[in-house]
């Protein structure tokens, strides 16, 4: 997928410099953080270039133009740490006392108008999270492994999902050749028939929970029965892993598997993402995959770090979750919520 704007290098150094005036931390007070870098816009500091872009993407969404965006040569902390993989959050925060990168994904979703989503028995709660290889996850089916994903949402089986992620690349390897993968939700849907389609708007499936929420949650199991199709073409679905109930006609299983054949069928977009890079692309109305197309470093592929964030497709949509606030922290849910 082609990078929809990249950054000079002077552009980059101005806007890092914006950003490195925030001074709150991220991990000790997400609201101040968050209100520090909203303060950027209200003082008329952020480049004019970046709030150009950023409002194009916005309205990219809005009116269904594109989903998935990349924007290169992004703003970076000038150290980047090496995490050790035994516990990389830990490590992390121990090591980790710049907070550029975050200030960088707090400001997009702030211009692009989609309230940040946290998960509270999840990495603390925090807002921006690490998507690298866990030891202990070592090729399981989970974003925290070293493993291919299949393609999911994130989070399929929770009841509040985000609407869109941003993946910031902080350390990826030149010699490694690993993608993320993105079909359209609309690509998807043209590919089944009207039929299949009412099918799947129905209440027949279920998702069997990821390992990190099942560590993380022991009474986390099994989602509540779902549709896998919802609102115009929005699909949740973990490939390999959603399923019928025991319970479902026998046309469910037949739609489940004709939404299979579509995933093979429909044109899909890959992105390569680089050090610097940020990919964003819709959760929900989209799927995407992880692909390692070529490994020539298996160590160096293996502490591939990419900050992450989860967004709301907008402020109603955050609004609408507001019961399920932990701790008063808008945008903060519980795990088995």
């Known amino acids: 997928m082609q990078p929809l704007y990249t950054m000079t290098d002077a552009e980059r150094e101005e806007l890092f410099e914006v950003l490195a005036t925030v001074d709150k931390q991220p991990y000790r007070d997400y609201l101040a953080f968050s209100a520090a870098v909203h303060d950027l816009i209200d003082r008329g500091e952020v480049p004019a270039f970046f709030t150009e872009v950023c409002e194009r993407i916005r309205l990219d969404r809005e ?6 965006h990349v924007l290169r040569n992004c703003p970076l902390d000038r150290e980047i740490p090496e995490l050790d993989l035994d516990d990389p959050i830990a490590d992390k925060h121990a090591k980790k006392t710049t907070f550029v990168s975050e200030a960088f994904l707090a400001l997009f979703g702030h211009l692009v108008r989609t309230p940040l989503l946290s998960y509270g028995t999840r990495f603390n709660g925090d807002f921006f999270v690490d998507v690298i290889a866990i030891n202990r996850y070592s090729g399981l089916q989970t974003g925290f492994s070293d493993s291919e994903l299949v393609f999911h949402n994130d989070r399929t089986a929770h009841p509040v999902r985000a609407d869109y992620i941003s993946l910031l690349g902080m350390r990826c390897p ?3 050749y690993i993608y993320t993968g993105f079909v359209d939700g609309r690509k998807l849907l043209a590919n089944l028939t009207p039929e299949q389609q009412d099918v799947l708007r129905q209440p027949y499936f279920v998702t069997p929970y990821d390992v990190l ?4 949650n022991g009474d986390l ?11 115009e073409h929005s699909f949740r679905y973990l490939d390999t892993t959603t399923t019928v109930t025991p319970d479902a006609p026998p046309q469910a299983i037949v739609a489940l598997l004709a939404l299979k054949n579509a995933l093979v069928r429909a044109d899909k977009t890959r992105h390569r993402i680089l050090t610097g890079d940020l990919f964003t692309f819709a959760n929900q109305d989209g799927l995407h995959s992880r692909d390692k197309m070529e490994i020539n470093d298996p160590e160096a592929a293996r502490r591939r770090w990419l900050l992450k964030s989860y967004a709301f497709r907008d402020q109603a949509a955050s609004d609408r979750h507001a019961d399920r606030w932990i701790d008063g922290v ?6 088995g919520t």
């Open 221 to 231: 199991s099994v989602s509540d029965v779902h549709a896998v199709l919802e609102n």
């Open 330 to 335: 808008p945008g903060r849910v519980g795990d």
């Open 213 to 216: 929420s099942r560590d993380n």
């Open 174 to 176: 030149d010699r490694d």
């Open 63 to 68: 009116s269904g133009t594109a989903v998935a």
